[in-house]
């Protein structure tokens, strides 16, 4: 089964379609391309120098803003991949939901009922995020002369009721879970909307320019497989179907964007997970890759060095990042941390972490 | 192998031995012994009636207070176990470290240093919670009437070192994986200590009466199979040893104390953890018994629904129930929750647990 190669239809030959976009299409590409997750963000002081002026939202609202935080580490480390600056909160608060950030988000009266629900809105397509369609649009002009591509990014269905019903992080996010339990009629309206709410939210992204979304599913992990199967699997397809053949502008021509799917501590999910229609798997640091490929046949595989590893000496970032180049060789791969840049990281072992990816001959290795 | 089953010698003969001890020496019970973890806790009236009374220090290291609340749910449920009250924290006090609740545990000063590592001490066994001993003695007397067994327990060394490091309950406990990459010299210089602490006190939790033993691993499940293979199984193994050949007095002679492991989150972890030489592993609820039985032949299982459950309608909770013990058939199974007893849990909604675990015939569900 390889449905990701079989849509690779770059306009004019795929041999001068970005690295990043050959990948996720399913080709075993000579080289890894890389980018990771957060890497615009609190690591770097260029992001900090914009954070100490604008608040969170602001920073995800204007425009300007958005792109110019966007192409920081592209500036700084010419990554494979850009992605949007944003939030997957973004777009809640047009259903009418009341979210702070202190720092991570805290929802201002958790939804428990099915009354509440059934108040919550789902704006049109052009309601949801009209300042982030404009930063994708600045982003991808100024991504151009590179040739950059640009990813989209939203949360799964799942992952954002999480939110509105516990209203905060959590470790185990126990009233969520309970509500499930106890109120299955009243999630499956909530996932409903969010579902509808997140297609059109990824494709007004697509719409607008970027070349790859993103699905992030964060607490998917918490789940046994019934209920993963039941709360997750058909609103996390819903949208990647909704969002198959549309077409976006890539710089070698017209292409549909490959869909990435994230799940974090979620291996007891692989065998539901890997039924998603998606191109892109992108895996935490918990397994090796070379263990995980199997359950993903004919899928590109992202990820997945543990963050942390970055803090550590450059002598242990290149052995770990080598060990990670070897599990992902015998199929595509792209790149990228486990969960998030950590913002200790010292940018220079970013710098370093790529001279690393970039130097290992996937070819050459696979002969060995 | 049956490692479990070669060890169990009851000196009046098996079948008089409480079931829970059968069923956590190897034995396929006729029906499945049930505890929950955290039966003695916030979800019971009278437990917060003490709770109302006194710091949670002080219910920890009352001798009275400690045996009281522990026999509480035995008295309100007769369960098949009872578990003696205390916290995973009470042997690291004495090392040193300052602790208090707020309502989880915070560590004044986090460990970040060889030197301050090396300043700990390790108190000798009768040193570490002799308040704890006191309170075993004092439940077992309590306990003796109803034949109902005690459990000991502690937190394993990776689990404790992640506390020490941290500082305070985290999400991805990243400063303290960050800790591993860069200082392992100290991280092993500090798991030495805390195994050693962690054998004194379980043995001396053996010694005064408890008749099993739980290893807590709460937070092994951040770690890949590699760094779980360097820094946490060598020390539960060495703990686990060292605890093997113990002699406890059970109500009818007397009998080795069996060894429980719990490790959340970690089924990626299972191809190691099944190295680990003990009698019982208990599981969360994020995979189906009948999934796991394969990873620990000859062994016993404990778990594993989802305390969110609890917190359902009864029928909801048969059904669930029913699915959990058809799981742990096949061989050895000790029913229990996946994880604590959420304190929102209606007390009659154990009691109805309780009332269709034990309406459960395993040998007739066996043969159909």
Not at 104 to 121: D, M, N
Not at 270 to 296: A, N, T
Request: aromatic share 8%; hydrophobic share 40%.
């Amino acid at each position: 089964m390889e449905p990701a190669a079989r849509k690779l239809k770059p306009a004019t030959g795929q041999a001068r379609l970005p690295l990043f976009l050959r990948a996720a299409w399913g080709q075993d590409t000579p080289r890894a391309p890389i980018w990771v997750m957060r890497q615009a963000g609190r690591y770097l002081p260029e992001y900090r120098e914009i954070k100490s002026k604008a608040s969170f939202w602001e920073m995800c609202r204007t425009p300007e803003l958005a792109a110019e935080i966007t192409l920081q580490p592209i500036r700084r480390f010419g990554l494979d991949a850009a992605i949007i600056f944003n939030d997957i909160m973004t777009p809640l608060p047009p259903m009418g939901v009341e979210i702070e950030f202190s720092p991570g988000p805290v929802i201002q009266k958790p939804l428990r009922s099915l009354k509440e629900i059934e108040a919550l809105t789902v704006p049109s397509q052009a309601e949801i995020a009209p300042f982030l369609e404009a930063a994708i649009k600045l982003a991808r002009h100024e991504l151009e002369p590179t040739g950059t591509p640009l990813i989209g990014f939203g949360g799964a269905p799942l992952t954002l009721a999480t939110y509105l019903v516990q209203g905060s992080g959590s470790k185990d996010f126990e009233h969520f879970r309970v509500f499930l339990r106890t109120e299955p009629k009243a999630a499956h309206l909530l996932l409903e909307k969010l579902t509808e709410l997140s297609i059109r939210y990824l494709k007004a992204q697509i719409e607008a320019g970027a070349q790859a979304v993103q699905l992030f599913d964060s607490w998917a992990g918490l789940h046994d497989q019934r209920t993963y199967r039941e709360f997750a699997l058909p609103y996390n397809r819903r949208v990647f179907e909704a969002l198959s053949g549309l077409e976006t502008t890539s710089p070698n021509g017209l292409s549909e964007a490959p869909r990435i799917y994230l799940a974090v501590g979620s291996s007891h999910l692989y065998p539901v997970i890997q039924e998603l229609p998606c191109e892109v798997f992108s895996l935490d640091w918990r397994m090796e890759l070379g263990q995980i490929r199997s359950f993903f046949p004919g899928r590109t595989l992202q990820g997945n060095l543990d963050p942390t590893v970055l803090l550590a000496s450059l002598p242990v970032i290149t052995e770990e990042a080598e060990r990670v180049l070897q599990g992902g060789l015998g199929g595509p791969h792209i790149f990228n941390l486990g969960h998030g840049i950590l913002r200790e990281t010292p940018p220079e072992h970013l710098a370093h972490l790529i001279r690393v990816v970039r130097a290992f001959d996937r070819q050459q290795a696979n002969q060995r």
